[in-house]
């Protein structure tokens, strides 16, 4: 068996049935030249053995809510499912994901899923067929990380190999390396999360004192308080609805940007879903005067492992109540620049016991939902890590990979995206209920990118850049 650590036990705890906790990634494939859709998905098909029993980690299911054990029997049609689209749309197809999107996982059976969607149309006229991949595991087996380099395994990075197994019966594991089973105990993960309460009273006292100065003493700190984020219609109870949108836009366009003011390609995609979200808001009537605060997730490994949660969050204030993209830019980069000083001061077990003691009321109020419009912060922005080089299922290039979320209640939209090639491709999980009109999202963040853009094209602009 293999113990749950105490961050992989708050997403079954956090999980109820308006607030499902798994992750997704919805990956786009372009057909080989001259190959028939149905033939090939077909042959896909023929590769699956319906008793042959799944590999590490889609073998594993709950045992008592603390441990993950191996299981003996698979069904293998309660697993993977087959969808052909009738109009061939995209949209078609995002939202059958979104009903999907909605529903929890049984925890009586290992918790993934993996949806076929054929039919799709070409991206272009006259190009090749596409079908969609759409695979869910739930946030307690692994986070969006974890779950990125499990699918990357899965793919190979030549045309023409010919993948023997699906992604479930491979053995992706390398031998040797960190990325094999953790047979720690119980009480091992719970000794290196108590050994790393004593350093996070210092820097939890740190904190204290720099919230007590003001903010013009301490310019670059940002210290953001978990009482700091403000109302907005984003905090608010969500229903069991989920709307589910894409976008791609060329990585090319944000790294020519970010080096032009000095700030990291990330902080310039923050900025951009800052602009955006900013610019939904007044459409809504419903911009705060304070700041949104975004939290940032960042992995915390330190080896190549693909299972499990090690993640924390970095508060980042995203600058919205200030109408100047440049300005909102730098806020931006300051902010994540002292959660990373933060990270690099301490371990990844005391990290962790800081996030936790930080906002231990928050979680608190998650768990509870007594207070769901007081949240500690307005959204969550995630930066999934992809792969630089083509991938490719059996001759079937990958042409796309959206990232989808989770959403709490108060915590009506996610946004996360991930580099795939030359490309940042975004994917939307929002409340739309609680949010009207939220499928605007996507063109606004093109929008926000193109002011950027026309600003750092503008040679009279005579805004400050960051200091590296």
């Not at 689209?85 to 290992?110: C, F, N, V, W, Y």
């Not at 010919?162 to 094999?180: E, N, T, V």
């Not at 739309?432 to 996507?442: F, H, K, V, Y």
Request: aromatic letters at 8%; a neutral charge.
């Amino acid at each position: 068996m293999r113990a749950l650590s105490i961050v992989d036990s708050l997403f079954l705890l956090l999980e109820n049935a308006k607030q499902p906790m798994h992750v997704a990634g919805i990956c786009v494939f372009e057909l080989p030249e001259d190959q028939d859709e149905a033939s090939f998905i077909n042959e896909l098909a023929n590769r699956i053995d319906p008793d042959a029993i799944p590999n590490f980690p889609f073998n594993q299911v709950l045992y008592h809510r603390v441990a993950w054990k191996t299981i003996r029997k698979f069904h293998i049609d309660r697993h993977c499912y087959q969808h052909s689209l009738q109009t061939g749309k995209m949209s078609e197809a995002l939202a059958q994901i979104s009903r999907l999107h909605e529903r929890q996982l049984d925890r009586t059976r290992p918790l993934w899923e993996l949806h076929l969607f054929d039919n799709l149309e070409p991206e272009t006229q006259g190009g090749s067929k596409r079908f969609l991949l759409y695979l869910k595991v739930h946030h307690a087996m692994m986070d969006g990380v974890a779950a990125m380099r499990l699918f990357q395994r899965s793919l190979s990075h030549s045309p023409d190999e010919k993948l023997s197994k699906p992604i479930w019966l491979r053995d992706i594991r390398r031998k040797g390396s960190s990325f094999a089973m953790d047979k720690k105990s119980i009480l091992g993960h719970f000794k290196d999360q108590i050994l790393g309460l004593k350093p996070v009273y210092q820097e939890l006292k740190s904190d204290y004192q720099l919230s007590q100065t003001t903010s013009s003493q301490t310019p670059k700190t940002q210290f953001i308080s978990s009482l700091q984020a403000p109302a907005s219609i984003l905090n608010q109870r969500i229903g069991t609805s989920r709307h589910i949108s894409v976008m791609t836009l060329k990585k090319a366009r944000f790294v020519q940007i970010a080096k032009q003011l000095n700030v990291s390609t990330n902080d310039m995609i923050l900025a951009v879903c800052s602009s955006a979200v900013r610019a939904y808001l007044i459409s809504q009537n419903a911009l705060p005067d304070a700041p949104l605060i975004a939290f940032v997730p960042t992995s915390l490994r330190k080896n190549d492992t693909a299972i499990g949660n090690q993640i924390s969050f970095i508060p980042t204030n995203l600058g919205t109540d200030n109408p100047d993209p440049i300005m909102r830019l730098m806020v931006i980069h300051d902010s994540m620049q002292a959660g990373k000083g933060r990270i690099g001061r301490m371990t990844q077990p005391e990290f962790i016991n800081y996030t936790a003691a930080h906002y231990a009321w928050a979680g608190v109020n998650l768990a509870t939902r007594a207070l769901p419009t007081k949240q500690a912060f307005n959204l969550i922005i995630s930066n999934i890590p992809g792969d630089d080089t083509p991938l490719y299922l059996s001759g079937a290039r990958l042409t796309a990979m959206y990232p989808a979320s989770v959403l709490l209640d108060g915590q009506a939209l996610n946004i996360s995206f991930t580099n795939y090639q030359d490309c940042i491709d975004f994917g939307i999980t929002a409340c739309q209920a609680a949010l009207p009109n939220i499928q605007s999202l996507p063109s606004l963040l093109e929008k926000a990118l193109d002011e950027y853009e026309s600003l750092c094209d503008d040679k009279n602009s005579q805004h400050p850049v960051a200091e590296s």
